[in-house]
């Protein structure tokens, strides 16, 4: 059965840092690229970032960029994202997400398997 | 960045009822487009993917059509357990980027 576990989630006051962590066990991590998509309080869904199977090959949304840092590590079997700078606008639900292709910055790049999402408040 | 848009925002219907969602996408897309139901405090779920193919799992009485910008998911006869939101998302180029949703409630 595949699945997507996040953790790392918490209250952190505007400027801090957090790191989110994503365990996947079912499939082979490293046959597929991952995203973190997220959802603010009653709000859509926002695509956030996403990372190639081999980590090579990283992708941001511009209200990240240079703020949040996405990795991997395969034997591990666990992706992560790095938020630094954190805005009270970065306040939300963290889903990890797998896509069908080891490489997925266009095509076929559905969000195929969901974590249950990992809560981030931003708040002094 | 690829702007979506879906139509209505929400509605309400009836079990056994015929329903349709729009999805619209600022430039083409390809058959990119796709699907994914939402129930409260809970992960999305991916319904339908390139436009058109199911998802393994989902029900048959789920379908989707379109290319270019327009795109439909209609639920053939709505269940009970339907009721939930809908969101469409393109995945023809990053950011990779979702409509607004469109909220499927009990008349």
């Known amino acids: 059965e595949v699945q997507l576990m996040e953790s790392g989630g918490g209250l952190v006051q505007p400027g801090g840092s957090l790191r989110l962590s994503c365990a996947v066990s079912g499939f082979t991590l490293v046959s597929h690229a991952m995203s973190w998509v997220r959802q603010g309080p009653g709000k859509g869904l926002e695509w956030v970032s996403a990372i190639s199977a081999g980590g090579g090959s990283t992708y941001y949304a511009d209200a990240v960029k240079g703020r949040f840092t996405i990795s991997r590590d395969n034997s591990k079997d666990t992706i992560y994202l790095q938020m630094n700078s954190l805005r009270l606008e970065d306040t939300a639900v963290y889903y990890c997400?797998?896509?069908?292709?080891?490489?997925?910055?266009?095509?076929?790049?559905?969000?195929?398997?969901w974590g249950q999402g990992t809560l981030v408040t931003v708040s002094s | 960045d690829i702007q979506m848009t879906q139509s209505p925002s929400s509605l309400s219907a009836s079990v056994g009822d015929r329903v349709t969602i729009t999805c619209r996408a600022g430039q083409s897309i390809s058959k990119y487009l796709n699907w994914y139901q939402q129930k409260p405090g809970k992960a999305p779920k991916l319904l339908i993917y390139?436009?058109?193919s199911l998802q393994g799992g989902v029900p048959s009485r789920f379908s989707g059509s379109g290319s270019g910008t327009d795109f439909t998911l209609t639920i053939s006869s709505l269940h009970p357990e339907d009721f939930a939101a809908y969101y469409c998302q393109q995945s023809y180029i990053t950011p990779f980027t979702f409509g607004p949703g469109t909220k499927v409630d009990i008349k």
């Open positions: 997400a797998r896509q069908p292709k080891a490489y997925c910055s266009a095509g076929s790049c559905q969000f195929d398997s």
């Open positions: 390139d436009a058109s």
